[in-house]
């Protein structure tokens, strides 16, 4: 062995201190952590909506199932996201892309919809407070944002584009998930376009920004 | 004769909690697993480089590594995201010929075998792998490539980026 390479490791040695693994519960409790503040945050901002609290919350199928597809999504999301902050070959990280493809079910349906209506669609999805979901939801976001991305800064992620774009998707996923229990808007052509719309819009941002922070 | 998985295994938990000793000796045995490795996969002057690069990550990601799982998958996919790493940084190299005596050891295990650099080529078409073995490890210039393989210089260029596209994208695969 060289000797630089000895001197090398000498350092390497010498600057040792004790570290946590980044084990899966460690990560997951991260994650199960910042969604319950972003829903805590989003009750006492936004305050629950208002059927949620005096009628059976299951009474309108559509809100159910939107909102459990993005909590789903935004789990899945997480899941592997955790998971390639620890490097092992022979681990698959694929399994998101079904998730994706179930909750694309929300769009789509809205497109459908959306040209058998015509041109009544965009105004029937309530494009004022659309946007206020594209916000508010986006924003809600970052909490789940930032604890993935200061996860996947400490852990070691083979992809950083696509770990980033996961931390988008997951992102964007659990704000909207969140901010849903706000929104009294049941519409599928609402929710298919605007809080699908704040998915995108975080995807797009993680997939962008976050690869920068978590390269190494 | 480099420890195994089960020995490096333990004494990365023993790093992990600050243990110094247990520390210098995972560093020696990563660096003789490293060299091997890395073997006919790196132009020869650079492996010293490439070993400490990737001792350093080791060092800086300590905590990725679960001490629940085995280790060398988790050392492999330290190494080759390195080695993908100093693929894109490498150009053109005088030296062009191989150290034998980092030839790859012939008794490799079937674990070492599946998650080998040579694994992540097979899974790239040729001429992708052949564009990237000649220009990025064996230092021909493009020109030199393109006379080699009878493609043209940008279709050499073309396989190349593809390909390091593509095994980027493969770290973690077996």
Not at chain 1, 1 to 27: C, H, N, Y
Not at chain 1, 183 to 196: E, K, Q, R, V
Not at chain 2, 58 to 82: E, G, M, Q, T
Request: charged share 15%; with cysteine.
């Amino acid at each position: 062995m060289r000797s630089d390479t000895q001197s090398f490791i000498d350092d390497l040695v010498g600057d040792l201190r004790p570290i946590r693994p980044l084990t899966f519960p460690r990560g997951w409790a991260i994650g199960v952590g910042s969604v319950i503040l972003t829903v805590i945050v989003m009750a006492l901002y936004f305050g629950i909506r208002s059927s949620f609290m005096v009628e059976n919350p299951v009474a309108n199928p559509i809100f159910v199932l939107a909102t459990g597809l993005f909590l789903m999504l935004g789990i899945a999301a997480t899941v592997t996201a955790i998971g390639m902050s620890r490097p092992h070959v022979g681990i698959g990280h694929g399994g998101w892309a079904w998730a994706v493809a179930m909750a694309a079910l929300l769009p789509l349906s809205a497109i459908v919809l959306g040209f058998i209506q015509e041109g009544n669609a965009f105004f029937q999805s309530q494009p004022v407070h659309g946007v206020n979901c594209l916000t508010h939801g986006s924003l809600l976001g970052l909490f789940a944002g930032g604890a993935l991305t200061f996860w996947l800064r400490r852990g070691a992620p083979t992809s950083p584009d696509q770990a980033g774009l996961l931390t988008g998707i997951a992102a964007g996923s659990l704000g909207i998930f969140a901010y849903s229990l706000h929104c009294p808007i049941d519409d599928i052509l609402h929710i298919g376009i605007w809080h699908s719309l704040s998915v995108a819009l975080s995807a797009l941002l993680g997939r962008l920004l976050v690869p920068v922070a978590i390269r190494w | 004769m480099i420890a195994d998985d089960a020995t490096m295994a333990r004494l990365m938990a023993l790093s992990q909690g600050g243990d110094r000793q247990a520390y210098a000796t995972l560093l020696m045995e990563c660096q003789k697993w490293l060299r091997r490795f890395y073997a006919r996969r790196i132009v020869p002057h650079q492996i010293d480089d490439l070993v400490q690069d990737t001792l350093l990550s080791i060092h800086h990601k300590l905590a990725s590594y679960d001490p629940n799982r085995p280790f060398l998958p988790w050392l492999a996919a330290i190494a080759r995201y390195r080695w993908v790493d100093q693929l894109r940084k490498t150009y053109k190299s005088a030296e062009t010929e191989f150290d034998e005596n980092f030839a790859a050891d012939d008794t490799e295990s079937t674990i070492e075998a599946s998650i080998s650099l040579e694994r992540m080529f097979s899974y790239l078409p040729p001429a992708q792998s052949d564009a990237i073995d000649m220009v990025k490890i064996k230092g021909l210039s493009i020109a030199e490539a393109a006379d080699a393989s009878g493609q043209s210089e940008s279709l050499v260029k073309v396989n190349i980026h593809r390909g390091l596209k593509k095994l980027a994208a493969m770290i973690e695969k077996e």
